[in-house]
């Protein structure tokens, strides 16, 4: 993983986290609240219901003990069911609280949305899709594949890694932009399919040999060194390594060079495609 995909998967850690606490702040709080609020009607209707039970035994003072032994004892006073209106400003709190709470949810749910989504689209990366290191093949079956029987070649296309393996000359790379920086392995290097024009998928021209970029007309030959057109240096490749026999293909590791002033291999061999 690179230190880029480092970071912004630590990024959306932090945001999911974040929203986390946000959702458990704000459920917390609507808790509190609710047990203050259920306390104070609570007293309060105590308070009401305690009031005509002292008045009714204060209003009938002829009574005495030995009426109350002889008749039946009076029924209980129904509880009085009340409205409990909100004054002005309770009603404003009220509302302040609701706006305070669903601010924070909805604020919330797009950090965790944003999160979630930035996961998802580090997670192919992390289990080796393209941005990471994708395992090519066995490189002798791989050169096997890009060396044809009539002296021509064919890139080996490897549609995850979005990537044209091609040969590549190790005895002239010290002539070149590509040595010391981990983008040739036992002959092979790894181009990145992408026009550094403006980006269209380059396809590759059999009868002349090279790549030939269908939108604009820019041209490079089998080792993807510029020769033509408006692309303003050579095509991009990716990091590769051999390991036990097999070509790793770094795709998160993008390394660019100029337009090549020496040429490792010809180009046109034959007739263009574009
Ligand atoms: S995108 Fe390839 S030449 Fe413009």
Known sequence: ????????????????????????????????SRAVGTLD?????????????????????????????AEPAPEPPTPIREVIELSPA????????????????SFGAFLAFFGI????????KL???????????DVTEIKAAIFQPDGSIEPFYVAQAKTYVVPFDEDAISET??????????GLSGLF??????????????SSQGFECPCHGSKYNAAGEYEAGPAPRNLDRFAIEVIDGRLIINTGVVRDTPRAKVKTVQYPQGVNCL
């Open 1 to 32: 993983m690179s230190a880029g995909q480092a970071v912004a998967l630590g990024i959306a850690l932090v945001v999911v986290l974040s929203s986390a606490a946000i959702f458990t702040l704000a459920y917390r709080r609507e808790s509190e």
């Open 41 to 69: 009607k609570e007293a309060r209707r105590r308070t009401r219901l305690r009031k005509p039970v002292e008045v009714s035994a204060a209003s009938d003072p002829g009574v005495d003990d030995e009426d109350s032994e």
């Open 90 to 105: 309770e009603f404003g709190e009220t509302r302040r609280q609701f706006l305070n709470r669903a601010t924070g949810v």
């Open 117 to 124: 989504t930035s996961l998802a689209f580090l997670w192919p």
């Open 127 to 137: 289990q080796g899709g393209f941005g990471g290191k994708i395992d090519a093949g």
């Open 177 to 186: 932009d590509f040595g010391g920086i981990g983008v040739v392995a036992e």
């Open 193 to 206: 399919q992408k026009c550094v024009h403006l980006g269209c998928r380059v396809p590759w021209c059999s």
